[in-house]
């Protein structure tokens, strides 16, 4: 889960005690949802995280994975 809250991190950058202020946060409700990012509020937000919370453990998990190949390549 390392390289999952290193991308959140990086994703509320500016905003990480209102993570549904991020733009791209908002962007990628957008993009998953169909929804304008200038609709996305606090509601949205939350409704959506909790709606998709596999989804989105799966993602950082993929994250976590595809870091780890990452850095084996780098190795050799």
Do not use: D
Request: charged share 30%; with cysteine; proline share 1%.
């Amino acid at each position: 889960m390392g390289a999952g809250l290193i991308f959140l991190w990086n994703a509320t950058r500016g905003s990480r005690l209102r993570p549904w202020r991020s733009e791209c946060l908002k962007w990628r409700v957008e993009t998953y949802t169909g929804k304008h990012a200038e609709e996305v509020g606090l509601r949205e937000f939350v409704q959506f995280a909790y709606a998709e919370r596999r989804q989105l453990l799966r993602f950082l998990q993929w994250l976590t994975e595809m870091r780890g190949y990452a850095h084996a390549a780098e190795r050799h």
